[in-house]
């Protein structure tokens, strides 16, 4: 199958593009194009077939359930079953962050094909802000299933070229929208009993999500305690207390994630700032060939044969929003060894930590 990329740079190609991926959709076949945060593999949702398509382009196991991205708000009670309890925060946290990168879990409709939720009897929504997928949702009118563009495991693309390096002639059309802005997949939330559980950490944050329980308290003039306040943190894996003295205290839960994930084919060690490492090639005795992924400068005392910086001026969004094309860079580099820096885990950079020792995992 041939892979054809549509441009979307001029109003014209884009309501071109915008009309052929919806054509291909309504085909049952499966479309990529870019979100705020990374490219997805789209098909119909309320297809079987189509959504079947998806796990065989991406050779996705079954057992990993798809994001449902909705046309628009209406269709949230359409795939989904508020209970009575998580209706004010549910409707707290879209007005807040719909369209955009939060995705939500919560009890099915039957409407929604078992292929999609791996037969679990919750499913994962979101609605995305990105123009070209609103575009493309809105023009076809059915929600869209649509996981990262990557083959399974692998690093999720933030351009259409990417895609093109993950599912070339696996696919048959890719929509290019440029980079993506977020660079990093969607924050996931699990509400349950009116209470939130953070499953994998994204660019909306656990603060961001205090907001919002801070304003639903303060709408109902209600004062919540401390043990409140602790426990709802806590349901986003941060440590209250640890919180309040200003100190790193994340550990995110990330039940349907694998530990190894977005993993380069290089195997990637991650380190704390400023430790030396000389890895030697046992084989030729000669000094490994190794590629530094640091924050703002490399502090890590060795040679390298490549470098990347995140961000030079220590901005986590610019960091977040550019980590996976160059993690792809150095993993495209013929090296030994990626040595990756931490970056402060708050805000934007829990996910990119999250990232980073998902990227680690295989190899430490
Ligand atoms: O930003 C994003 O979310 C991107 C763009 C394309 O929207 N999508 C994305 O999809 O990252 P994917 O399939 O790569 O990751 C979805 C994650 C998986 O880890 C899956 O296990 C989890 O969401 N998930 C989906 N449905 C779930 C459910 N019902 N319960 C728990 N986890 C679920
Ligand atoms: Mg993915």
Not at 241 to 270: F, I
Not at 334 to 348: F, N
């Amino acid at each position: 199958m041939e892979t054809q990329i549509l441009a979307t740079n001029t109003p014209r190609r884009l309501s071109a593009a915008v009309k052929a991926a919806a054509g291909v959709l309504a085909d049952g076949q499966t479309v990529a194009l870019p979100t705020e945060t990374v490219y997805g593999l789209a098909a119909d949702a309320l297809r079987p077939d189509a959504v079947l398509q998806i796990f065989e382009a991406k050779e996705r196991p079954f057992f990993d359930p798809l994001i449902v991205h909705l046309p628009s708000r209406d269709w949230l009670d359409r795939v989904t079953q508020i209970p009575n309890g998580s209706r004010a925060m549910v409707e707290a946290l879209v007005t807040k962050f719909w369209p955009g990168p939060l995705t939500l879990v919560l009890p099915r409709q039957l409407i929604v094909p078992d292929i999609v939720t791996a037969g679990l009897d919750t499913v994962a929504v979101r609605m995305s802000a990105h123009p070209v997928f609103r575009a493309v949702v809105e023009h076809f009118g059915h929600p869209l299933a649509a996981p990262s563009a990557n083959r399974f495991g692998r690093i999720s693309p933030t351009t259409a070229e990417h895609v093109r390096s993950e599912l070339d002639e696996r696919i048959p059309l890719i929509v290019d929208g440029g980079p993506t802005e977020h660079g990093v997949e969607s924050t996931i939330v699990k509400v349950e009993a009116g209470e939130l559980r953070l499953l994998r950490a994204g660019p909306i944050t656990p603060e961001d999500l205090g907001g919002v329980f801070q304003e639903l308290c303060e709408a109902r003039d209600y004062r919540p305690t401390e043990e409140e306040f602790a426990r709802f943190y806590e349901g986003l894996g941060v440590n209250f207390s640890a919180m309040l003295r200003g100190e790193d205290s994340v550990n995110v839960e990330a039940p349907g994630q694998l530990a190894s994930h977005y993993a380069p084919r290089t195997p990637l060690r991650l380190i704390a700032p400023g430790v030396a490492v000389l890895i030697y090639d046992q084989e030729n005795q000669v000094p490994a060939r190794l590629g530094s992924l640091a924050f703002q400068a490399p502090s890590t005392a060795a040679e390298f044969a490549c470098e990347e910086i995140l961000s030079p001026t220590g901005d986590l969004r610019e960091a977040a929003a550019t980590l996976f094309a160059k993690m792809r860079r150095l993993d495209e580099a013929g090296l030994d060894m990626i040595i990756a820096e931490q970056v402060p885990e708050r805000g934007l950079g829990i996910a990119i930590m999250d990232r980073l020792r998902k990227a680690s995992a295989q190899h430490v």
